[in-house]
């Protein structure tokens, strides 16, 4: 059971907006500590996506937005395309672990 | 820009030790907290410990007992043990920082057979 909570899949089509939410605690989110958001096609590594909340790293599309309120983060892709299709993480830390979390992942299928 | 490069034996014997490290380019290992993370086939990422310059470092519970994450600040490398390995090990296993800044490793697939 992972400490950020993410729904397992979420769906749209082509040109849609879909959000994926990932819920924490007082212990992470809440406290205060970033959420960074991934993207993983199948057999490569994560790829960055979101950084500090709600900034995009150089390269990555102006549809991938996050945000953060309270102990959630969401990310949202706004006009959705079929190359979006994969696996989509959160990650942030943990102030009572003393280390780093990760989501379990949401499937985004288009 | 920091990149990272994972290395070390693609197969592992069970009950043994599996051992990997992480060489650093384009930064200094003088910074930032330096992660370990595995994903075992079809599941999700999990954090399995840290380790700062000086040597301090923290590991995930779950997995302490058999961890042990060591630098070489002169290589600018850092390394992972992970002791009595099972087939529940066989995962990609990759090094990273998780903030502020980001940098993740390609990965290395073990295999425990």
């Known amino acids: 059971q992972s400490v950020l909570t993410q729904p397992p899949s979420v769906s749209g089509a082509p040109g849609q907006r879909v959000t994926i939410s990932c819920t924490g605690s007082s212990s992470n989110i809440g406290a205060g500590y970033d959420v960074h958001w991934y993207q993983q096609l199948p057999g490569t590594a994560p790829k960055l996506l979101i950084y500090?909340?709600?900034n995009r790293p150089s390269g990555v599309p102006d549809r991938f937005s996050g945000s953060k309120s309270g102990t959630s983060a969401s990310l949202a892709i706004t006009g959705i395309q079929a190359e979006d299709e994969a696996d989509y993480y959160c990650q942030s830390y943990d102030s009572n672990l003393s280390g780093y979390v990760f989501g379990a992942g949401t499937k985004v299928s288009v | 820009q920091v990149q990272l490069q994972e290395s070390g034996p693609g197969l592992v014997k069970p009950s043994e030790t599996l051992s990997l490290t992480c060489s650093v380019s384009g930064g200094s290992i003088s910074h930032f907290y330096w992660n370990w993370i595995r994903q075992a086939p079809g599941k999700g990422l999990e954090w399995m410990g840290y380790i700062y310059y000086t040597g301090s470092t923290n590991y995930n519970p779950s997995l302490k007992s058999r961890v042990t994450i060591s630098v070489d600040t002169s290589k600018n490398q850092f390394s992972l043990r992970l002791s009595s390995v099972t087939a529940a090990d066989t995962a990609v296993y990759y090094c990273?920082?998780?903030?502020?800044?980001?940098?993740w490793g390609q990965g290395s697939l073990v295999t425990v057979s």
């Open positions: 500090g909340n709600s």
């Open positions: 990273a920082t998780l903030g502020p800044s980001v940098y």
